[in-house]
């Protein structure tokens, strides 16, 4: 096994220095930093992580929990919060979140990582104090809805308030009255903050929410789900009336699936029925027609939480940040595209 002292000697340096290097301190000059690093590629070293947590007491890892690996939304934040992670010297562990093994997640997660980020789920009481207990930091992606600053747990998201009036004032403009949202139907995730502040937007524009059509417009956060939900509720298997004309998505991929379900009954879009979405991942602007979006800035969010998690590990008090958004107008709402 090649040791430090190994690496000092081929670099021509201290071992002092080597740990400099490893640790990401920025005393060192670059031409001695560079040195050092071709003495670790051409040696093959690799730290020694048990020891240096032993030492440290600092497992250099961070738990990233997700909602659902399968929305290109999350794992496009993921990305982000790994390239930041990667660069002060943390792993990144994922894991999807199931609220019934909780318990099993705290056993598996004490001693093992330094942090947690939430991307969406939002933990019991009970499992927020445990961390507590231990000293690990949470923060969270996104704002769930049932807790937050009261918990003190900071949080990175956008401002949806003005994001949904800015996609509701579209709709209008485009002769839309009656319209539909399309969430998750929980109100421990992230999909209910975006839902309150669409029914709020809705109340301050003086506009009727239908409270059956939103309970039966459950899409589980998923495509196929979302396309089934909607297709039976065109087609009135639920006995619910279905005379909105247009529909807001919780999440890009629903919107999608909504769009499914309105080409294969022949309901023209945006003509007959007005669909967007709040993420603005990849497929969104490819589809025929292209999604209307809130653009969510994964990048900016994702950095953002993990320099916010950083300083929580370091003692540093974080408060929530809110960043900006965009709408995205495409073709389908806009129906002279």
Known sequence: MVTRQEVADRAGVSVAVVSYVLNGRKIVKEETKRRVQEAIRELGYRPNQTARSLKTKKSQQIAVLIHYIGNPFE????????????????????????????????GLLMGRVDGVLLLGPCFSRETLEYFNSLEIPIV????????????????????????????????????????????????????????????EVMRLEGLHTDAAVSRYLNGSGRFEQAKMVLGRLLEGEEGVLT?????????????????????ERGIRVPHDMA????????MSSQLSPPLTVID??????????????????????????????????????????
């Open 140 to 199: 969270s992606v996104m704002q769930p809805s049932t807790w937050g600053e009261r918990n003190n747990v900071p949080y990175v998201d956008i401002a949806w308030l003005p994001m949904m009036r800015n996609l509701i004032s579209h709709l209008r403009q485009q002769g839309h009255e009656r319209i539909a949202f399309m969430s998750e139907g929980g109100q421990n995730l992230h999909y209910a903050v975006r839902y309150h502040a669409f029914c």
């Open 243 to 263: 005379d909105f004309t247009a529909i807001v998505c919780a999440n890009d991929l629903m919107a999608a699936g909504c769009l499914a379900a309105c080409h």
């Open 275 to 282: 669909i967007a979405g709040c993420e603005n991942i990849l």
């Open 296 to 337: 969510y800035p994964r990048q900016l969010a994702g950095e953002a939480a993990m320099n916010m998690l950083l300083d929580r590990m370091n003692g540093i008090t974080a408060e929530p940040i809110l960043l900006s958004g965009n709408l995205i107008v495409r073709g389908s709402t806009r129906s002279n595209e």
């Open 75 to 106: 794992a496009g934040l993921l990305l982000h919060i790994e390239a930041t992670a990667k660069q002060h010297g943390y792993f990144v562990f994922v894991q999807t979140y199931d609220p019934n093994r909780e318990e099993e997640l705290r």
